[in-house]
């Protein structure tokens, strides 16, 4: 597993530049989560990691983020590669409509040519049981995806990413669609992912960073020269980022002064 | 009276939030003269509305009676009689057959729907997923207008550029090789008017028509469904092909549809393109006749009331078939749209 | 286990991406060219008196005037002036024909302007009550089971071909009354409006947020009231450019005047007699054998084309205007 080094990373939209340019390292085999207020750019730091910022139009970035020895904005580098290498799961549960739960599983692994249905069948249990979902689709299989529970469906979009092996799980918001319940198993299920994978979250809900994370790094929108601007205002181990903050923005951020 | 609402637009902000009504409420429930505007309010609406779907009666009543005299002599002959007889002659008693038109109206349909159903689909696509922003506004502008172009300038532009183009650049070679032993492209080329150019016509009319509904039906895909394929590593004509199209697919054949009454119920373009001709003839390139065509060119015309019946029934078919082609589109867009509000993804 | 064939995959994006780009550019290009075709050689059909003058029969002679035209014709007879006299001073010989075919355009199409304009004028006031209450009624009543009817017989409307608008007028109205005549044709165009307008405010009326009549319902409003105060106004310009896209509808029109206008060579002012209109002027012209004719048809074309343009742009303009979120 390799870690993913951020350097001088800054997005933008059109002429606007959404974030600050961003330095930081991301563990390999730890949970990073990214906490901040609304507008911060966590979303757009992180949809960088696996190059997905670029697919909204206008959309771009400039800086480097290392894959290991990789430089993902290096420009022979194909998007969809990285992608391959770096999962991405949404807010939204996302069951691909016209497929059943099994094909919602097995879709990533038939474009890149995998059509041996023993090798498949085994790669999506294999998904599903790290996605801890197994016991609860294994005999609805050919059901529609999205028959399924908001809980399932989020964890069936885990599966997904997880079919193809990712080194890197990037994850927006996963829970902030969901019932505490159903939260529970997620975080649980990360916590179980995180011996094989370099997990990032980005989350709204400081109690969940605090819970499953290794490291947080705080994002803080800065109102200055007449628009606002993300900032990466401070990155380290997750209890002393709550305990003892060494910004003082983060720190009335999580004792809820600001936002 | 005295009170006055004053609401309007710029009293709305974005959020959806009402602004600060600066007047107190003061209607007066219940005893309000003004309430009892309501029931003739609803009354007019209804009565208006109903307007509507007296006049689809009225349609379709009078399109019923006024075939009948030609629907009980002829049957269904009407549609598929391959003798259209208006005048009795010495060697010809009169005959209604429709099938020379109703043929011309199925194959240039066929040939309509054959080009324009892919073009206007990738169209549909590329303006939907693939167009850079910039081109997006100024294309689908163009789309749009084009829908909108009166079909008597596709036939103007039809008759004195297409069909010399074609009968010299396309029909006279092909008939000249090909023609002499495929009986669909054989010659003469005398007029160039014919089925070939009609369908080709066609096509260009419903290319919009198809395309734009192609958009909109795409535009309804949620954009999660697209994120989720490329965050497995798909490309932009995977996520399309394997995400977008089948979760639209429904809306697509609808959109065809529509297309496809558009091209059986044309009457100008055929009119003027067609050639007007009750003979059937094997080659596309030779002169034909069209249901719509036929209707207008004969109708006012019309020699006897038989006469004038029978072309009331071809048109009484056209409206049929229209119909029914368009309540099954209607039904698949509609059942596309519902499934799209529905459900969480 | 991953059989990689990365280069079979960008292969196929690329191709596919390629195609459908150029299958856009193929489409267009012929759509494109109609509309250069009829904006080039149409403003070659254009002078001075192509918008001031009536028709005038192909023919050598000194240009008549309106005032003053070449034939003594009745100006009830729709058919006068269609067939071409020999001009005083020939014979009536092959050379004369020959002369005749040959003859430079002459006169224009105002009476061809005037009639489309009536015409078209005089549908929409059919349709436009018929059309903005039903779609009141759609929108303000939504749910009722007898709205969806209403809405179904909208789209058999808007979905039936125009010939069959032209049909029953021709039979419930021009049989019955034994005259062609232009409010006739005005009744053929008001069924393919109603719908056009019908829907169009259903869909203007239903983006005025629920909000605003909760607010008026909240001061105790009754419904009509707050609809005709608060709803309408606020989708009134919406409603335009659907009544504006019906106007433009129905003046490109023409399967269904054949069947009930019938047309016309000079400027008339009885409604309830033939009428000249635009489109028919370019099926006729274009069906002439006489090439100054054909001119003539991309010059009435031409002017089509520029009511039909000039419609959509200022629609355009308009729902930007209003933010654009009108679909």
């Known amino acids: 597993m ?8 800054t997005p933008f939209y059109g002429a606007r530049q959404a974030v600050k340019p961003v330095n930081m390292t991301l563990a390999s085999n730890q949970i990073t989560a990214i906490i901040g207020p609304s507008g911060c750019g966590k979303s757009t730091v992180l949809r960088c990691l696996n190059r997905m910022h670029e697919t909204i ?24 590669m990285i992608r391959i290498k770096v ?18 599983v097995a879709v990533g692994l038939r474009l890149q040519g995998l059509s041996n249905r023993a090798e498949l069948d085994a790669a999506v249990e294999r998904a599903l049981r790290s996605a801890v979902l197994w016991d609860e689709v294994k005999d609805v ?16 979009s885990i599966a997904r990413a997880l079919a193809i092996e990712p080194e890197v799980l990037l994850l927006d918001e996963p829970a902030s669609a969901l019932d505490p319940i159903a939260t529970a198993s997620i975080e649980e299920l990360l916590m179980t992912l995180k011996s094989r ?21 705080v994002f803080m929108v800065d109102v200055g020269a007449g628009q606002s601007i993300g900032e990466l205002v401070e990155k380290g181990d997750t209890t002393q980022v709550f305990t003892q903050p060494n910004d003082p923005r983060t720190e009335s951020y999580i004792s809820g002064r600001v936002g | 009276m005295a009170v006055r609402i004053s609401i309007r637009t710029a009293d709305y902000d974005v959020e959806g939030q009402m602004a600060q009504q600066s007047t107190p409420p003061q209607w007066s429930t219940g005893k309000s003269p003004l309430r009892h505007g309501d029931v003739p309010f609803r009354a007019g609406t209804v009565a208006l509305a109903s307007a509507v779907v007296l006049l689809v009666f009225a349609v379709a009543w009078m399109l019923y009676t006024s075939s009948q005299e030609a629907r009980t002599a002829f049957g269904w002959d009407l549609l598929f009689g391959s003798t259209w007889n208006p005048v009795e002659t010495e060697l010809n008693p009169v005959s209604f057959g429709g099938w020379p038109a109703v043929r011309g109206t199925l194959l240039s349909a066929l040939i309509a729907l054959i080009i324009a159903a892919p073009l206007a689909v990738a169209i549909g696509i590329y303006l939907a997923e693939l167009c850079p922003p910039v081109l997006r506004t100024p294309l689908s502008f163009l789309v749009e207008l084009l829908a909108a172009v009166p079909s008597v300038i596709y036939g103007v532009w039809g008759v004195f550029v297409f069909v010399p183009f074609f009968s010299s650049a396309v029909a006279e070679p092909l008939s000249a090789t090909v023609g002499a032993i495929v009986p669909w492209f054989a010659g003469p080329i005398a007029t ?28 309804l895909v949620p954009n999660t469904q697209r994120e989720a394929m490329l965050a497995i590593g798909a490309t932009r004509w995977e996520t399309i092909w394997l995400a ?4 639209s697919r429904a809306g697509i054949i609808g959109a065809i549809m529509l297309g496809l009454g558009r091209a059986l119920g044309e009457t100008m373009a055929a009119t003027m393109l067609v050639g007007n001709t009750q003979r059937i003839s094997e080659s596309l390139f030779a002169p034909a006749t069209t249901a719509a065509s036929l209707v207008a060119n004969e109708l006012t015309n019309s020699v006897s009331s038989l006469h004038e019946s029978a072309l009331i029934s071809v048109a009484f078919a056209l409206f049929g078939i229209t119909l029914f082609l368009n309540f099954g589109a209607r039904l698949l867009i509609w059942f596309v749209e519902r499934n799209t509000r529905g459900g969480r993804s | 286990m991953r059989t990689f064939n990365y280069r079979r995959r960008k292969l196929v994006d690329q191709l596919m991406r390629g195609l459908s780009a150029l299958a856009t550019g193929c489409a267009v290009i012929p759509l494109i060219a109609i509309i250069g075709y009829v904006l080039t050689i149409g403003s070659g059909a254009m002078s001075w008196s192509f918008f001031t003058d009536v028709y005038q029969p192909p023919s050598n002679a000194p240009e008549a005037t309106a005032d003053a035209p070449a034939v003594a014709y009745d100006p009830n007879d729709p058919f006068a002036n269609l067939t071409v006299e020999p001009e005083a001073g020939t014979t009536g010989s092959t050379e004369d024909v020959t002369n005749v075919y040959n003859a430079s355009p002459r006169g224009g199409v105002l009476h061809g302007i005037l009639g489309t304009l009536t015409i078209a004028g005089i549908g929409l006031l059919f349709a436009l009550p018929i059309g903005i209450f039903a779609g009141i009624y759609l929108s303000e009543f939504r749910n009722e089971r007898f709205a969806t009817i209403v809405r179904f017989c909208c789209d058999v409307l808007s979905g039936s071909p125009s010939i069959v608008a032209g049909v029953t007028i021709y039979v419930l109205v021009v049989l019955q009354t034994q005259q062609f005549s232009a409010v006739a044709g005005s009744m053929a165009l008001a069924i393919l409006m109603i719908p056009i307008v019908t829907r169009t405010t259903e869909e203007m009326l239903k983006l005025v947020p629920e909000t605003m009549r909760e607010a008026a319902r909240g001061l105790g409003a009754p419904t009509w009231y707050s609809t005709f105060t608060v709803v309408l106004p606020a989708a009134l310009p919406g409603i335009v450019t659907g009544v504006m896209l019906a106007f433009a509808r129905g003046a490109g029109e023409t399967a269904p005047l054949i069947l009930t206008v019938l047309g016309s060579n000079i400027i008339s002012t009885d409604i309830f007699k033939p009428m000249a209109a635009l489109p028919l002027l370019t099926y006729r012209y274009t069906e002439s054998p006489y090439p100054g004719e054909n001119t003539q048809a991309w010059g009435a074309a031409f002017v089509l084309m520029m009511l039909v343009l000039l419609m959509n742009i200022l629609v355009r303009v308009a729902t930007r205007k209003s933010g654009g979120n009108s679909r």
Do not use: C, W
């Open chain 1, 2 to 9: 390799s870690a993913v080094v951020l350097q001088e990373l």
């Open chain 1, 57 to 80: 139009p206008g959309a771009y970035a400039t800086g480097t983020v290392m894959l290991g020895a990789q430089n993902i904005y290096a420009p022979d580098i194909d998007p969809t």
């Open chain 1, 87 to 104: 999962g991405m799961v949404f807010q939204q549960p996302v069951a691909l409509r016209t497929r059943n739960v099994y094909e919602n």
């Open chain 1, 141 to 156: 299989l050919d059901k529609p995806g999205t028959a399924l529970s908001g809980g399932q469906q989020q964890r069936l």
């Open chain 1, 197 to 217: 994978l370099t997990i990032v979250i980005v989350t709204h809900s400081m109690q969940q960073a605090a819970r499953i994370s290794d490291e947080t790094a």
């Open chain 2, 192 to 219: 160039g008017r014919g089925l070939i150019v009609t369908g080709i016509i066609l096509a260009l009319m419903i290319l919009p028509t198809i395309a734009s509904l192609t958009r909109d039906v795409l535009r």
């Open chain 2, 244 to 247: 977008v199209i089948p979760y």
